[in-house]
Protein backbone atom coordinates (compact mmCIF):
# COMPACT_ATOMS: atom_id res chain seq x y z
CA UNK A 1 0.00 0.00 0.00
CA UNK A 2 1.33 3.57 -0.69
CA UNK A 3 0.76 7.06 -0.20
CA UNK A 4 -2.14 7.56 -2.96
CA UNK A 5 -2.31 3.94 -4.45
CA UNK A 6 -4.47 1.54 -2.41
CA UNK A 7 -3.68 3.37 0.39
CA UNK A 8 -4.76 2.06 4.22
CA UNK A 9 -6.04 6.27 4.99
CA UNK A 10 -9.17 6.45 3.68
CA UNK A 11 -10.31 2.98 5.37
CA UNK A 12 -9.13 4.02 8.55
CA UNK A 13 -10.85 7.42 8.38
CA UNK A 14 -13.93 5.95 7.33
CA UNK A 15 -14.10 3.35 9.38
CA UNK A 16 -13.37 5.76 12.06
CA UNK A 17 -16.30 7.36 11.20
CA UNK A 18 -18.90 4.97 10.67
CA UNK A 19 -18.00 4.42 14.63
CA UNK A 20 -19.15 7.31 15.48
CA UNK A 21 -22.31 7.88 17.59
CA UNK A 22 -24.04 9.96 14.68
CA UNK A 23 -23.36 8.43 12.21
CA UNK A 24 -25.22 8.35 9.03
CA UNK A 25 -25.15 5.43 6.68
CA UNK A 26 -24.60 6.72 2.78
CA UNK A 27 -23.09 3.98 1.29
CA UNK A 28 -26.01 3.31 -0.99
CA UNK A 29 -23.87 6.22 -3.25
CA UNK A 30 -21.34 3.48 -4.14
CA UNK A 31 -24.72 1.63 -5.77
CA UNK A 32 -24.66 4.43 -8.55
CA UNK A 33 -21.60 4.31 -8.75
CA UNK A 34 -21.48 0.64 -10.34
CA UNK A 35 -22.70 1.11 -13.74
CA UNK A 36 -19.90 3.90 -14.15
CA UNK A 37 -17.50 1.60 -13.14
CA UNK A 38 -19.11 -1.35 -15.39
CA UNK A 39 -18.52 0.56 -18.33
CA UNK A 40 -15.14 2.02 -17.86
CA UNK A 41 -13.84 5.36 -18.89
CA UNK A 42 -15.74 7.58 -17.01
CA UNK A 43 -15.46 11.20 -15.24
CA UNK A 44 -17.80 12.36 -12.32
CA UNK A 45 -17.30 15.74 -10.96
CA UNK A 46 -19.59 16.63 -7.58
CA UNK A 47 -19.35 19.65 -5.89
CA UNK A 48 -20.80 20.89 -2.56
CA UNK A 49 -20.30 23.99 -0.29
CA UNK A 50 -17.63 22.95 2.49
CA UNK A 51 -18.29 20.48 5.24
CA UNK A 52 -21.12 18.51 3.53
CA UNK A 53 -19.44 15.23 3.37
CA UNK A 54 -17.45 15.41 0.39
CA UNK A 55 -14.02 13.78 2.14
CA UNK A 56 -16.26 11.09 3.67
CA UNK A 57 -17.76 10.01 1.00
CA UNK A 58 -14.30 9.94 -0.84
CA UNK A 59 -13.08 8.03 1.96
CA UNK A 60 -16.05 5.70 1.34
CA UNK A 61 -15.78 5.33 -2.02
CA UNK A 62 -11.62 4.38 -1.67
CA UNK A 63 -12.36 2.02 1.36
CA UNK A 64 -14.80 0.36 -0.79
CA UNK A 65 -13.40 -0.05 -4.45
CA UNK A 66 -9.60 -0.81 -3.44
CA UNK A 67 -7.40 -3.89 -3.10
CA UNK A 68 -4.86 -4.54 -0.54
CA UNK A 69 -7.55 -4.65 1.91
CA UNK A 70 -10.96 -6.41 3.40
CA UNK A 71 -13.24 -4.14 4.06
CA UNK A 72 -16.03 -6.64 4.51
CA UNK A 73 -16.24 -5.75 8.47
CA UNK A 74 -17.08 -2.80 7.71
CA UNK A 75 -19.46 -2.73 4.60
CA UNK A 76 -21.21 -5.91 5.43
CA UNK A 77 -22.79 -4.05 8.51
CA UNK A 78 -23.86 -0.85 6.32
CA UNK A 79 -26.51 -0.58 3.74
CA UNK A 80 -24.69 -1.53 0.89
CA UNK A 81 -24.60 -4.68 1.81
CA UNK A 82 -27.90 -5.23 0.59
CA UNK A 83 -27.30 -4.67 -2.92
CA UNK A 84 -26.99 -7.07 -5.53
CA UNK A 85 -23.76 -6.54 -7.09
CA UNK A 86 -21.92 -5.23 -3.97
CA UNK A 87 -20.32 -8.15 -3.87
CA UNK A 88 -18.63 -8.09 -6.78
CA UNK A 89 -17.11 -4.75 -6.46
CA UNK A 90 -16.19 -4.51 -3.28
CA UNK A 91 -12.36 -4.77 -2.90
CA UNK A 92 -11.54 -5.62 -6.45
CA UNK A 93 -9.69 -2.61 -8.19
CA UNK A 94 -6.81 -0.41 -8.20
CA UNK A 95 -7.79 2.80 -6.44
CA UNK A 96 -5.35 6.37 -6.59
CA UNK A 97 -6.89 8.45 -3.61
CA UNK A 98 -5.64 11.92 -3.75
CA UNK A 99 -6.38 14.75 -0.97
CA UNK A 100 -5.24 17.69 -2.96
CA UNK A 101 -5.78 19.53 0.11
CA UNK A 102 -2.31 18.50 1.19
CA UNK A 103 0.41 20.34 0.75
CA UNK A 104 3.74 19.96 1.35
CA UNK A 105 5.86 21.88 4.14
CA UNK A 106 6.85 25.77 3.58
CA UNK A 107 5.18 25.61 0.48
CA UNK A 108 5.24 28.35 -1.22
CA UNK A 109 4.49 28.16 -5.17
CA UNK A 110 2.65 26.03 -7.47
CA UNK A 111 6.03 23.62 -8.38
CA UNK A 112 6.34 22.92 -4.94
CA UNK A 113 2.69 21.87 -4.65
CA UNK A 114 2.42 19.78 -7.86
CA UNK A 115 5.71 17.72 -7.33
CA UNK A 116 5.06 16.62 -3.94
CA UNK A 117 2.12 14.83 -5.82
CA UNK A 118 4.20 13.59 -8.48
CA UNK A 119 6.78 12.64 -6.52
CA UNK A 120 4.75 10.21 -4.09
CA UNK A 121 2.22 9.13 -7.12
CA UNK A 122 5.21 8.00 -8.98
CA UNK A 123 6.81 6.12 -5.79
CA UNK A 124 3.75 4.13 -5.49
CA UNK A 125 3.61 2.80 -9.06
CA UNK A 126 7.18 2.17 -9.03
CA UNK A 127 6.76 -0.16 -5.81
CA UNK A 128 3.88 -1.61 -7.23
CA UNK A 129 5.06 -2.48 -10.79
CA UNK A 130 8.81 -2.72 -10.87
CA UNK A 131 9.23 -4.19 -14.01
CA UNK A 132 7.34 -0.74 -15.88
CA UNK A 133 9.70 0.32 -18.34
CA UNK A 134 10.01 4.29 -17.37
CA UNK A 135 12.05 7.16 -16.97
CA UNK A 136 12.42 9.83 -15.00
CA UNK A 137 11.76 12.19 -17.22
CA UNK A 138 8.18 10.54 -17.67
CA UNK A 139 4.77 11.92 -16.81
CA UNK A 140 2.32 10.05 -14.46
CA UNK A 141 -0.14 9.58 -17.69
CA UNK A 142 3.27 8.45 -19.50
CA UNK A 143 4.01 5.71 -16.66
CA UNK A 144 0.48 4.91 -16.21
CA UNK A 145 -0.01 4.06 -19.73
CA UNK A 146 3.21 2.04 -19.85
CA UNK A 147 1.86 -0.06 -17.07
CA UNK A 148 -1.42 -0.42 -18.66
CA UNK A 149 0.62 -1.88 -21.80
CA UNK A 150 3.61 -3.80 -19.59
CA UNK A 151 0.44 -5.11 -17.03
CA UNK A 152 -2.08 -7.00 -19.35
CA UNK A 153 -4.33 -3.97 -19.59
CA UNK A 154 -4.23 -2.87 -15.46
CA UNK A 155 -6.59 0.26 -14.75
CA UNK A 156 -7.44 2.32 -11.74
CA UNK A 157 -9.75 4.10 -10.43
CA UNK A 158 -9.01 7.82 -9.45
CA UNK A 159 -11.00 9.47 -6.31
CA UNK A 160 -9.74 12.79 -6.49
CA UNK A 161 -10.79 14.89 -3.29
CA UNK A 162 -10.67 18.61 -3.03
CA UNK A 163 -9.55 19.14 -6.53
CA UNK A 164 -9.70 23.15 -6.46
CA UNK A 165 -7.90 23.64 -3.39
CA UNK A 166 -4.60 24.99 -4.78
CA UNK A 167 -7.01 28.05 -7.00
CA UNK A 168 -7.59 29.06 -3.17
CA UNK A 169 -4.15 29.66 -2.50
CA UNK A 170 -2.24 33.48 -2.23
CA UNK A 171 0.54 31.99 -4.63
CA UNK A 172 -0.91 30.69 -7.03
CA UNK A 173 -1.04 32.44 -10.78
CA UNK A 174 -3.54 32.19 -13.53
CA UNK A 175 -0.54 30.26 -15.57
CA UNK A 176 -0.12 28.26 -12.72
CA UNK A 177 -3.87 27.41 -12.50
CA UNK A 178 -3.64 26.59 -16.17
CA UNK A 179 -0.69 24.34 -15.26
CA UNK A 180 -2.89 22.25 -13.08
CA UNK A 181 -6.17 21.83 -15.16
CA UNK A 182 -3.38 20.59 -17.78
CA UNK A 183 -1.76 18.35 -15.53
CA UNK A 184 -5.23 17.03 -14.74
CA UNK A 185 -6.32 16.45 -17.88
CA UNK A 186 -3.10 14.93 -19.43
CA UNK A 187 -3.50 12.54 -16.29
CA UNK A 188 -7.24 11.46 -16.73
CA UNK A 189 -8.69 12.50 -20.57
CA UNK A 190 -9.06 9.96 -23.30
CA UNK A 191 -6.73 7.43 -21.00
CA UNK A 192 -7.52 3.72 -21.26
CA UNK A 193 -5.84 2.99 -18.18
CA UNK A 194 -9.26 4.76 -16.13
CA UNK A 195 -11.92 2.56 -15.18
CA UNK A 196 -13.11 5.69 -13.03
CA UNK A 197 -12.29 9.30 -11.71
CA UNK A 198 -14.29 10.51 -9.51
CA UNK A 199 -13.91 14.25 -8.31
CA UNK A 200 -14.76 16.50 -5.79
CA UNK A 201 -14.86 19.87 -5.07
CA UNK A 202 -16.33 23.60 -3.73
CA UNK A 203 -16.96 25.02 -7.31
CA UNK A 204 -17.94 23.70 -10.33
CA UNK A 205 -14.85 23.02 -13.09
CA UNK A 206 -16.21 25.65 -15.62
CA UNK A 207 -15.29 27.83 -12.80
CA UNK A 208 -11.75 27.25 -13.55
CA UNK A 209 -11.41 25.50 -16.86
CA UNK A 210 -13.13 27.44 -20.05
CA UNK A 211 -10.90 25.27 -22.57
CA UNK A 212 -12.10 21.39 -23.38
CA UNK A 213 -9.06 20.47 -20.75
CA UNK A 214 -12.02 19.00 -18.16
CA UNK A 215 -14.66 18.42 -20.83
CA UNK A 216 -15.16 14.92 -19.95
CA UNK A 217 -16.35 15.38 -16.27
CA UNK A 218 -20.35 14.81 -15.89
CA UNK A 219 -20.85 17.93 -12.99
CA UNK A 220 -23.03 17.76 -10.51
CA UNK A 221 -23.76 20.33 -8.44
CA UNK A 222 -26.52 21.27 -5.79
CA UNK A 223 -28.11 23.04 -8.28
CA UNK A 224 -28.41 21.50 -11.15
CA UNK A 225 -28.74 17.79 -10.95
CA UNK A 226 -30.84 15.96 -8.39
CA UNK A 227 -28.14 12.23 -8.80
CA UNK A 228 -26.61 12.54 -6.04
CA UNK A 229 -28.70 14.92 -3.75
CA UNK A 230 -29.60 12.96 -1.04
CA UNK A 231 -25.68 11.81 -0.48
CA UNK A 232 -24.41 14.93 0.63
CA UNK A 233 -25.77 16.41 3.68
CA UNK A 234 -28.56 15.53 5.53
CA UNK A 235 -31.98 14.88 4.87
CA UNK A 236 -34.97 16.30 7.48
CA UNK A 237 -35.94 12.22 8.27
CA UNK A 238 -31.79 11.70 8.95
CA UNK A 239 -31.88 14.66 11.26
CA UNK A 240 -34.70 13.32 13.19
CA UNK A 241 -32.98 10.24 13.63
CA UNK A 242 -30.06 11.59 14.66
CA UNK A 243 -31.98 13.91 17.31
CA UNK A 244 -33.41 11.03 18.86
CA UNK A 245 -30.15 9.36 19.49
CA UNK A 246 -29.59 12.88 21.29
CA UNK A 247 -32.37 12.55 23.01
CA UNK A 248 -31.38 9.18 24.06
CA UNK A 249 -28.18 9.94 25.08
CA UNK A 250 -28.95 12.97 27.01
CA UNK A 251 -31.21 10.84 29.40
CA UNK A 252 -28.93 7.86 29.62
CA UNK A 253 -26.15 10.61 30.73
CA UNK A 254 -28.68 13.07 32.50
CA UNK A 255 -27.82 15.68 30.81
CA UNK A 256 -30.28 18.81 29.87
CA UNK A 257 -30.57 19.13 26.62
CA UNK A 258 -29.55 22.28 25.07
CA UNK A 259 -30.61 21.62 21.45
CA UNK A 260 -34.28 21.52 20.20
CA UNK A 261 -34.97 19.87 16.85
CA UNK A 262 -36.42 23.67 15.97
CA UNK A 263 -33.06 24.92 16.60
CA UNK A 264 -31.15 22.76 14.30
CA UNK A 265 -33.90 23.25 11.06
CA UNK A 266 -33.66 26.81 11.81
CA UNK A 267 -29.55 27.23 11.88
CA UNK A 268 -28.84 24.15 9.47
CA UNK A 269 -30.97 23.43 6.97
CA UNK A 270 -29.67 26.53 4.93
CA UNK A 271 -29.83 24.46 1.50
CA UNK A 272 -31.95 22.41 -0.68
CA UNK A 273 -31.75 19.53 -2.97
CA UNK A 274 -32.47 20.10 -7.06
CA UNK A 275 -35.85 17.74 -5.89
CA UNK A 276 -36.70 20.71 -3.55
CA UNK A 277 -35.52 18.49 -0.43
CA UNK A 278 -34.21 20.11 2.01
CA UNK A 279 -30.42 19.51 3.30
CA UNK A 280 -28.82 20.56 6.62
CA UNK A 281 -25.08 21.14 6.94
CA UNK A 282 -23.64 17.63 8.00
CA UNK A 283 -20.67 19.26 10.46
CA UNK A 284 -22.88 21.57 12.27
CA UNK A 285 -25.64 19.08 12.98
CA UNK A 286 -23.26 16.44 14.21
CA UNK A 287 -20.98 19.21 16.57
CA UNK A 288 -24.34 20.91 18.21
CA UNK A 289 -25.25 17.17 19.07
CA UNK A 290 -21.63 15.53 19.75
CA UNK A 291 -21.15 18.70 21.80
CA UNK A 292 -24.87 20.00 23.23
CA UNK A 293 -24.56 22.94 22.26
CA UNK A 294 -27.30 25.01 21.12
CA UNK A 295 -25.93 27.34 18.57
CA UNK A 296 -22.38 26.80 16.73
CA UNK A 297 -20.49 28.55 14.23
CA UNK A 298 -18.34 25.84 12.00
Known sequence: MGAYLNSQTPYTLYQSESRSPYFVDKTMLLQELFPYVAAGNRHLCVTRPRRFGKTIAANMISSFFQKGIDSGELFDRLKISEADDCQKYKNKYNVIRIDFSKMPRNCESYRQYIERVEELLISD????????????????GDILEEIFQQYHGEKFIFVLDEWDFIFHRGFITEADKAKYVAFLSNLLKDRPYVILSYM?????????????????????????????????????DEVDDLYERYCRECEKQRKIKNVTRKGLRDWYNGYYTKSGERVYNPRSVVFALQFNLSLIHI
Not at 125 to 140: C, F, V
Not at 209 to 224: D, K, Q
Open 200 to 236: TGILPIAKYSSGSELTMFAEFTMVNSPMFGTYFGFTD
Open 125 to 140: LREAYPDAKTSETDAI
